[in-house]
């Protein structure tokens, strides 16, 4: 086991980061500090962590509004902190925002990360009990047909502004443990879903538009095939890797849980309708088969025998309860979607998405 004392978590304003360091604080026997450097972009939202800020504030947890690119500032926090661990999940996050202007992805994903890595390489120079973990994707490796998985050694193929972004971000990351020894481990995990997701990826659409009965958009032919993974099991793996993860390696994080986008929107119909007291049939005369993602990937498909044999990690949430709690957060949390739906989000939408 590592020793870990004062963890640099960035991007922890954003979905997966939130409730990463929801479970750090609830879930594990974590006892040391958490610093979350975040530069609130438009899926960044300290009320996230409201709670934990209330409980541990100024004690063991740290806010720090940064941008990874700023070097002096992401630096300062390092030696405020005296940072040993960074788990860096900031990033540009959302595949159509990267078709529609890739330059973010480029800048936060690309030349955000190379700053990090030098800065956690001067710092920590001539340091032991020091990890720079690297959240990544599925999409780095492509597209599968019907059959197979990606492995950890699976060739990459990145297909969109997106996930070129990612796969770079990985190749400088590994770079930095070839060339200089930097200690890292690196995760590609599939798609997450739960509380506090930004209401622009799949499942979160889905559920909000069923409530106020606006259209379903289902891209192209609804046949796309995705892994869906409960975002606290994506974090009890993260938590595994950094602790007892091998220096140097990378790990899969997957759900072994593949859905046709179609037949899982028909499910939240189904779900939805038994919350809201409703007739299921209504809900599903809402799909809407919309034009398709550009280059949009068929199928994403995990191998995580990796993680499971070598650290023991396995998911715990069926996907049936996750979605129930996921459409149950949701549903009671209607000041949180007016909150982050009052912003840039809605103009962007309006912008890039009316008519389709
Ligand atoms: P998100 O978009 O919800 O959150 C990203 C966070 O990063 C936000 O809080 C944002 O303010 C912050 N951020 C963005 N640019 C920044 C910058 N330049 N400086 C500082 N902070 C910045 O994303 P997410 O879904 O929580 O994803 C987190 C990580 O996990 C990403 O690296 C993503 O590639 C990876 N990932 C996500 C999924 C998924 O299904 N959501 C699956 C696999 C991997
Ligand atoms: O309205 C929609 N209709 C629709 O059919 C939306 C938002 C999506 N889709 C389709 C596109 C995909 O096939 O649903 C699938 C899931 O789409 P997203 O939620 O946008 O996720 P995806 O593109 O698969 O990428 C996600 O998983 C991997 C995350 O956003 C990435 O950050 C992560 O790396």
């Not at 750090?24 to 500090?33: I, M, Y």
């Not at 091998?246 to 072994?256: D, L, R, V």
């Not at 996921?326 to 890039?352: A, P």
């Amino acid at each position: 086991m590592r020793k870990l004392t004062n963890i640099l978590v960035t991007g922890g304003a954003g979905f997966i980061g939130s409730n990463f360091i929801h479970y750090l604080f609830k879930d594990t026997d974590f006892d040391g500090r958490i610093i979350n450097m975040d530069s609130l972009t438009y899926a960044g939202n300290p009320e996230n962590l409201t709670e934990i800020d209330e409980n541990f504030g100024g004690s063991r947890f740290f806010f720090e509004k940064a941008d990874i690119r700023d070097y002096d500032a992401a630096e300062a926090v390092f030696k405020k902190y005296d940072v040993d661990t960074v788990i860096h999940f900031a990033a540009e996050s959302h595949v159509d925002r990267s078709i529609f202007g890739p330059k973010d992805f480029i800048d936060t994903n690309i030349s955000g990360t190379f700053s990090l890595l030098e800065i956690a390489r001067s710092f920590w120079e001539n340091r032991d009990n020091v990890l720079f973990h690297h959240i990544s994707t599925d999409e780095v490796f492509g597209s599968l047909g019907d059959t197979g998985f990606f492995y950890e050694n699976t060739p990459y193929d990145p297909r969109s502004p997106y996930s070129a972004s990612k796969a770079s971000s990985d190749h400088l990351v590994r770079a930095y443990n070839h060339t200089y020894g930097l200690p890292v481990t690196l995760s590609n995990c599939s798609n997450n879903y739960g509380p506090y997701q930004f209401p622009e990826k799949l499942i979160p659409v889905m559920i909000m538009n069923i409530k106020e009965e606006k259209p379903l958009p289902v891209y192209g032919d609804g046949k796309n095939i995705r892994d869906w993974l409960y975002v606290n099991d994506h974090n009890s793996a993260v938590w595994a890797i950094v602790n007892s993860g091998k220096t140097g390696e990378t790990y899969n994080i997957g759900g072994e849980n593949e859905w046709e986008n179609i037949k899982l929107v028909n499910v939240l119909c189904e779900k939805m309708a038994v919350f809201l007291n409703k007739d299921k049939e209504y809900y599903k005369k809402l799909i809407t088969y919309v034009k398709d993602r550009p280059g949009h990937d068929r199928r994403y498909a995990i191998n995580c025998d990796k993680i499971k044999k070598e650290l023991g990690w396995k998911q715990s949430v069926d996907f049936n309860a996750g979605l129930e709690r996921t459409v149950q957060w949701y549903l009671q949390n209607q000041d949180w979607i007016d909150h982050v739906r009052s912003g840039d989000y809605r103009n962007w939408i309006e912008k890039n998405y009316s008519g389709r």
